[in-house]
Each structure stands twice: as structure tokens, then as C-alpha cells.
Antibody, heavy 121, light 110 residues
Framework: EVQLVESGGGLVQPGRSLRLSCAAS????????MHWVRQAPGKGLEWVSG????????GYADSVKGRFTISRDNAKNSLYLQMNSLRAEDTALYYC??????????????WGQGTLVTVSS | QSALTQPPSASGSPGQSVTISCTGT?????????VSWYQQYPDKAPKLMIY???SRPSGVSDRFSGSKSGNTASLTISGLQSEDEADYYC??????????FGSGTRVTFL
């Protein structure tokens, strides 16, 4: 059974940093592209970033480019999102999502339950 | 990277059909056949319902179907049932190799 478990969320002041993690199990992690998708409270889904199976291809939404960095450790079956210079508008539930292929990745077939990031002073 | 346009709400009586539209541009919906749809219940993670415009994952009811014409994709739910009441989001791969979601549509019973 595919499982994606996010962690690392919490309350952080504007301008500070936070690192999210996603622990994957139930599939061969290094065969698949992975993504982060977020959802602000009461709002819709927003794609944040994606990374190919071998980290050779990475993409970001314009809203986070230059501030967020996606990475993965295939030996640890883990996906990460380093978030710097956080803003109030980054407040959201952050989901880790798996793709059905390594690259490119056209949709998301499994999702975690999310980790909440709140940016506030 | 503007969100794809969906109607905020859609409704139907039990057993009826409901169709949700998802309008983008030639850089996303119109530029690929890589439109997907997700169902989300309150406080739950999204679930994949349709991929590649009109393909259904294993385990998804055949009451759900997808289509696309030009820059607009559509999700149709036939034979509406109580468990279909949820939020639905479309998503498209873009010509910039990024992804964009729709604004979301809440489906309810009349």
C-alpha cells in the first residue's frame, strides 16, 4: 500500500525558514517523480514544486521560485521542501504527491494527508 | 500561472448528471491531453478521478467521465449519488513543464 507521510509543519514567523519532509513507503520510491501541492485554508489547490525520479528535472511555481527548494533522498525514500523567506501567503496545508512515472509527470496518483504551515508573527 | 477557471458550484438531483467545466489556455488545457480531475472531501486529501483527459484509474466508478474541446475540459458525473457531494478540481500540465489547478467546484444535491 502506497503511503506518504508529511512532517515538519508548524508556526513560523515571516521571513524565517522551515523544512518539510515526506516519508514514502509501499512503492519503489526512486522510480517516480514527486511533487508538493498546497492548499491555503478554505482555498483551492496550488501546485508548488516537482522533482523527477533522479532529481535531474525540477520545477517551481512562480509564487515560490527563488525561495523554496525541492530535493529528495532516494536512499531514505524521502522528499523534502526547504522553504525560506516565508510569507503570510505561504500559510497552507502542504501535500506530498506521487506521480505515476519518473519523468515527465502529468498527474498525481497518490497523496499524503498534508502538514500545516502557518506563517504569522 | 493563473488558475484554470471552474464554476464555484454545481448541483443536481440524485440520479441526474452534472457536468463541470475547466477552462484554460493554449498553454495548458489546450496544449496537451494531460488534464486530470481530483475529488476532495472536507479535511481529506484529494483523490485522482480522471487522468489524461478521459482515463479512469482502477477503482473509480464509471459514472465519472472526462472530455476536452479546445481550451476547455469537462468532468461529467452520471447518476449522481450522495457520496459524490465533494469539491472537484481539474489540473493540467503546461507547456512550461509546470502544473496548474482549477479554482475548484463544489458539487451538491438540489
Amino acid at each position: 500500500e502506497v503511503q506518504l507521510v508529511e512532517s515538519g509543519g508548524g508556526l513560523v514567523q515571516p521571513g524565517r525558514s522551515l523544512r518539510l519532509s515526506c516519508a514514502a513507503s509501499g512503492f519503489t520510491f526512486d522510480d517516480y517523480a514527486m511533487h508538493w501541492v498546497r492548499q491555503a485554508p478554505g482555498k483551492g489547490l496550488e501546485w508548488v514544486s516537482g522533482i523527477s525520479w533522479n532529481s535531474g528535472s525540477i520545477g517551481y511555481a512562480d509564487s515560490v521560485k527563488g525561495r523554496f527548494t525541492i530535493s529528495r533522498d532516494n536512499a531514505k525514500n524521502s522528499l523534502y521542501l526547504q522553504m525560506n523567506s516565508l510569507r503570510a501567503e505561504d500559510t497552507a496545508l502542504y501535500y506530498c504527491a506521487k506521480c505515476p512515472g519518473g519523468y515527465p509527470s502529468y498527474y498525481f496518483d497518490y497523496w499524503g494527508q498534508g502538514t500545516l504551515v502557518t506563517v504569522s508573527s | 500561472q493563473s488558475a484554470l477557471t471552474q464554476p464555484p458550484s454545481a448541483s443536481g438531483s440524485p440520479g441526474q448528471s452534472v457536468t463541470i467545466s475547466c477552462t484554460g489556455t493554449s498553454s495548458d488545457v489546450g496544449g496537451h491531453n494531460f488534464v486530470s480531475w481530483y475529488q476532495q472531501y472536507p479535511d481529506k486529501a484529494p483523490k485522482l478521478m480522471i487522468y489524461d483527459v478521459n482515463s479512469r484509474p482502477s477503482g473509480v466508478s464509471d459514472r465519472f467521465s472526462g472530455s476536452k474541446s479546445g481550451n476547455t475540459a469537462s468532468l461529467t458525473i452520471s447518476g449522481l449519488q450522495s457520496e459524490d457531494e465533494a469539491d472537484y478540481y481539474c489540473s493540467s500540465y503546461t507547456t512550461s513543464s509546470t502544473h496548474v489547478f482549477g479554482s475548484g467546484t463544489r458539487v451538491t444535491f438540489l
